[in-house]
């Protein structure tokens, strides 16, 4: 059987960006990296960090695959700005540039911050994100594996829980690719995966009281 395997940042630049891989019947994950490591020996160190996706959901390496998979080896985020739940201040730039690399020639960011009106036109005074965090950790990496493994891209994503101020960022998505359509396709996306699946919730307070909504409602 035959299976596509895309990489990325350090993996990428170690080995391919991405590549088809021949093998046997019934093989797993685990076999798909040994076949690359066979082909690219540098990547072996790494393995005891990487995180494998079989078409666009994390799973394990013991997986079975079948003909015309997908398949994502993940590193951890470099540059200590990795994805995921904050309840502080967002960094955009340090996100930037953890997956921005020497062959991405586009770099989107989208960044949704606090504003100080609602669509009704009453004045916000302050937002609210509240957050089902045992189960929205799992559902970012989702949706970043998923933008990464259909677009051939490298995504970060971050969304902010607690009290946020009015004009700081509550989600800040950034997608580098070769080429910008795939850049914003993925972009674009993950911000509508955001609002349909993430379990958060946002209250924006008012002079006169508050509301909860779904973000993006």
Not at 11 to 27: K, N, T, Y
Not at 161 to 184: C, K, L, N, Q, W
Request: charge should be negative; charged fraction near 25%.
């Amino acid at each position: 059987m035959r299976v596509t395997v895309s990489t990325f940042a350090s993996l990428r630049e170690l080995s391919v960006d991405r590549c088809e891989l021949a093998l046997d019947d019934g093989a797993t994950l685990a076999d798909a990296w040994t076949e690359l490591q066979r082909q690219f020996a540098g990547i072996e160190p790494h393995r005891p960090y990487v995180r494998a996706a079989r078409n666009g959901v994390y799973a394990a390496w013991d997986d079975r695959l079948a003909d015309d998979d997908v398949i994502a080896f993940l590193p951890p985020v470099s540059g200590g700005a990795g994805g995921g739940l904050t309840d502080a201040p967002i960094d955009v730039a340090a996100l930037e540039a953890a997956v921005a690399g020497p062959g991405h020639g586009a770099v989107v960011t989208f960044v949704g911050r606090a504003r100080d009106v609602a669509d009704d036109g009453r004045t916000v005074t302050e937002l609210e994100y509240e957050v089902y965090p045992e189960m929205a950790a799992s559902v970012l990496d989702e949706i970043a594996v998923e933008a990464e493994t259909r677009f051939g891209v490298s995504v970060v994503v971050v969304h902010r829980f607690g009290v946020v101020p009015i004009g700081e960022a509550a989600v800040a998505i950034v997608s580098a690719a070769r080429h910008r359509t795939e850049a914003y396709e993925s972009n674009r996306f993950v911000i509508e995966a955001i609002k349909e699946r993430l379990p958060i919730w946002k209250r924006e307070r008012f002079a006169d009281g508050s509301e909860w909504k779904r973000p993006g409602a």
